[in-house]
């Protein structure tokens, strides 16, 4: 496998999120008959936070904060042969939480060194840990009302670790499903976001497998899309632990989320609306911008529901249909460049057959 291609596919992703982040940040808690009358078009500045243009948030600093963790993770000791018994423990979960903190307390992983935005429940989440000596996979909230989007928006990393490290070992479905749900936990441990999570993340996985099909052997969007829920609506259905929760997702799991109105599309914080938005908006749109575009315009949580689709249409659109001068304007572009640089490295040494 070609190093340029993993880096080009984790520049996407990765950029992806970043760029419409920074794209909803200034409509931020705009209203949906705002955003109607004064349609966003193009990247701008100012608006809900007064910042510049390009200037990212939160959740785009958790998922660089993700990733710099899951590149330490690379130093696992992986010489116990092709089978992983335990995958979820290759994950340095305290080094994230550690990386989270200095996020959140120092400014580490921002576009100019502070925190202009957080959630309540990553707080508490990051606080549990730092003050309270809690584990960091014990130290998300999990209360009914702990089920925002927080740690949705930062959990695309880790579809990029199983996947490509399943290229090259193999570990069971249960192990790598319990890796994503202990990474959303270090802040969000109801089981519906994790439940959440385990869905995005597999359909991320799905589009990373489609981009190394052969081209006449590639899926529609959809086609990809609706495969992941129903590899993802297989491994809950009939899960005891997460019976409960999965009514709250029968709208996802009949894949027929892309037919509703607009109007019944929820774009405000809760984790079920962010991810039901997002494939809203991943399905009816034809080209990277205008998703990203359509998600900010769905108002309310714009940067969050942005973010979360922006990985996704990233990936299945690639890093080229990014518009070059919405990446221009992308505060520290050269850093967010080293830390997938610093990822994609790592991880080509692990994954790469010679070694
Ligand atoms: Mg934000």
């Known amino acids: 496998m070609e190093r340029d291609k993993i880096n080009n596919l984790i520049k996407s992703g990765i950029f992806g999120l970043v760029v419409a982040d920074a794209l909803g940040v200034p409509y931020e808690f705009k209203s949906r008959e705002y955003c109607e009358a004064n349609p966003m078009t193009d990247m701008i500045g100012y608006g809900s936070y007064n910042q510049e243009p390009g200037t990212w948030s939160d959740d785009s600093s958790m998922a660089l904060a993700t990733l710099d963790g899951l590149t330490n993770s690379f130093e ?7 089978y992983i018994s335990n995958f979820s423990q290759i994950i340095n979960y305290e080094d994230i939480m550690e990386k989270f903190a200095s996020w959140l307390f120092e400014g580490e992983y921002t576009p100019y060194g502070e925190v202009f935005d957080h959630g309540a429940t ?7 840990y730092k003050f309270e000596n809690c584990e960091p996979i014990l130290s998300g909230a999990k ?4 089920n925002g989007n927080g740690s949705l928006m930062r959990i695309l990393p880790i579809a990029y670790f199983i996947f490509f490290l399943s290229l090259k070992y193999s570990f069971s479905k249960y192990d790598m499903m319990e890796a994503i749900h202990n990474l959303s936990s270090l802040t969000h441990r109801h089981k519906r976001s994790q439940m959440a999570c385990g869905i995005y993340v597999i359909i991320g996985i799905e589009l990373l497998r489609n981009c190394f099909e052969e081209n006449d052997e590639k899926l529609s969007l959809e086609e990809v899309v609706n495969n992941g829920i129903s590899l993802a609506k297989e491994y809950y259905f009939d899960n005891e632990y997460f019976k409960h929760q999965f009514s709250h997702f029968d709208r996802v799991f009949s894949l027929k989320i892309q037919d509703l109105p607009r109007d019944e599309i929820q774009s405000g914080g809760y984790v079920i609306s962010t991810l039901e938005a997002s494939i809203w908006c991943l399905l009816n749109n034809d080209s990277y911008k ?3 575009l359509a998600a900010v315009n769905l108002g309310k949580d714009t940067d969050t ?12 659109y690639g890093y080229e249909n990014i518009p070059t001068h919405w990446l221009e304007q992308i505060a520290k572009y050269d850093y ?3 830390l997938i640089e610093n990822f994609s ?7 790469d057959e010679n070694n």
């Not at 490295?345 to 994954?351: A, G, Q, R, T």
Request: a negative charge; one cysteine or more; hydrophobic letters at 40%.
């Open 122 to 128: 990553t707080f508490k989440g990051i606080a549990n």
């Open 336 to 338: 967010i460049n080293e």
């Open 290 to 292: 205008e998703t990203a």
């Open 76 to 82: 696992f000791d992986f010489d116990e042969g092709v």
């Open 143 to 146: 209360g009914e009302r702990d």
């Open 305 to 316: 529901t942005a973010c979360v689709v922006g990985g996704l249409a990233g990936i299945y």
């Open 345 to 351: 490295n790592s991880l080509f040494e692990i994954i």
